[in-house]
């Protein structure tokens, strides 16, 4: 039994951060999971420079020293909304001991075992340094392919091109047993009450925009593999659209914690008692 914590799409809020570390220093949960988009947004005005270095790590430090030994393991992945550059200063919280970097890893850590995985199918943003093909080269009506947006970093063409989500996930699990495993994904599942977008009505080129912008790869491969619980956000106003933060795919459970309001949106959850899982707005 772990007690867990999930939260997503922070987007550099003072207070959405301030309310997670205090919920930490309140709950004294075994794991804390951060589903991405950590860093203000790229229009917001705030400093991005080193905000992982200049803004996240003091407060982490100061919640070790708080907790000692309470302190739990800290798991997080980027977002869309996030910078390839970002990694740096997220590895280098990992070679203080703050968290760990999960993206395109299997960890063990507070009694429960995490697959991350950060990117999403294309969106209509130029941002793609989280962004990959999903399981084919299709784009959907309004969308930016991989191919045409922006990288912050150079990226060989052809792994842009060929790239996609389903392959990288039969990369990072393999042949490994996931009936207790928790997946961090950034993006949704395709079709769920957790990728419901408010595209109502929108039209390109006369074409509809689809209402579900989820990824069809992690939706196959929930529904394959099985993994215990799966952890989700990017799509802020789905959960007041559908009245859902959760939803099943066969046996896996489903846990979003993207929210379109100034709150945090906090899931809590034990590990062995998925349904018994809460959100909170804080």
Same mark, same amino acid.
Not at 129 to 157: F, I, L, N, Q
Not at 178 to 189: E, G, Q
Not at 207 to 221: E, K, Q, T
């Given at each position: 039994?772990?007690?867990?914590?999930?939260?997503?799409?922070?987007?550099?809020?003072?207070?959405?951060?301030?309310?997670?570390?205090?919920?930490?220093?309140?709950?004294?949960?075994?794991?804390?999971?951060?589903?991405?988009?950590?860093?203000?947004?790229?229009?917001?005005?705030? +400093?991005?420079?080193? *905000?992982?270095?200049? $803004?996240?790590?003091?407060?982490?430090?100061?919640?070790? !020293? /708080? @907790?000692? &030994?309470?302190?739990?393991?800290?798991?997080?992945?980027?977002?869309?909304?996030?910078?390839?550059?970002?990694?740096?200063?997220?590895?280098?919280?990992?070679?203080?001991?703050?968290?760990?970097?999960?993206?395109?890893?299997?960890?063990?850590?507070?009694?429960?075992?995490?697959?991350?995985?950060?990117?999403?199918?294309?969106?209509?943003?130029?941002?793609?340094?989280?962004?990959?093909?999903?399981?084919?080269?299709?784009?959907?009506?309004?969308?930016?392919?991989?191919?045409?947006?922006?990288?912050?970093?150079?990226?060989?063409? +052809?792994?842009?091109? *060929?790239?996609?989500? $389903?392959?990288?996930?039969?990369?990072?699990?393999?042949? !490994? /047993? @996931?009936? &207790?495993?928790?997946?961090?994904?950034?993006?949704?599942?395709?079709?769920?009450?957790?990728?419901?977008?408010?595209?109502?009505?929108?039209?390109?080129?006369?074409?509809?925009?689809?209402?579900?912008?989820?990824?069809?790869?992690?939706?196959?491969?929930?529904?394959?593999?099985?993994?215990?619980?799966?952890?989700?956000?990017?799509?802020?106003?789905?959960?007041?659209?559908?009245?859902?933060?959760?939803?099943?795919?066969?046996?896996?459970?489903?846990?979003?914690?993207?929210?379109?309001?100034?709150?945090?949106?906090?899931?809590?959850?034990?590990?062995?008692?998925?349904?018994? $899982?809460?959100?909170?707005?804080?």
């Amino acid at each position: 039994m772990s007690l867990c914590l999930f939260a997503t799409d922070l987007h550099g809020s003072e207070h959405r951060y301030e309310a997670l570390w205090d919920a930490v220093r309140s709950r004294r949960p075994h794991v804390v999971l951060l589903g991405g988009d950590l860093t203000p947004h790229p229009f917001s005005g705030s +400093s991005r420079a080193d *905000y992982i270095g200049d $803004a996240i790590a003091p407060r982490l430090a100061g919640l070790r !020293d /708080d @907790l000692g &030994r309470h302190y739990p393991a800290i798991l997080a992945i980027l977002g869309n909304d996030d910078s390839v550059r970002d990694e740096a200063g997220v590895l280098a919280l990992e070679e203080r001991g703050l968290w760990r970097y999960a993206h395109g890893r299997k960890i063990e850590a507070g009694g429960v075992t995490v697959y991350g995985y950060a990117c999403v199918p294309p969106t209509p943003f130029l941002n793609k340094d989280w962004e990959k093909y999903d399981v084919s080269r299709y784009v959907p009506p309004g969308c930016v392919s991989p191919e045409d947006g922006m990288h912050s970093t150079a990226v060989e063409p +052809s792994t842009i091109r *060929y790239g996609t989500i $389903a392959r990288d996930l039969e990369h990072l699990t393999g042949a !490994d /047993d @996931l009936d &207790r495993a928790i997946m961090l994904f950034h993006s949704p599942p395709y079709e769920t009450t957790l990728d419901r977008a408010g595209t109502d009505g929108m039209m390109v080129d006369h074409v509809p925009m689809d209402l579900h912008v989820g990824s069809i790869a992690i939706r196959r491969f929930i529904e394959k593999r099985g993994p215990a619980i799966t952890l989700h956000g990017h799509i802020h106003e789905s959960a007041a659209i559908t009245g859902s933060w959760r939803d099943r795919l066969g046996r896996s459970h489903l846990l979003g914690a993207a929210h379109d309001g100034p709150e945090l949106a906090l899931v809590t959850f034990d590990s062995d008692d998925p349904d018994g $899982a809460e959100r909170i707005l804080l």
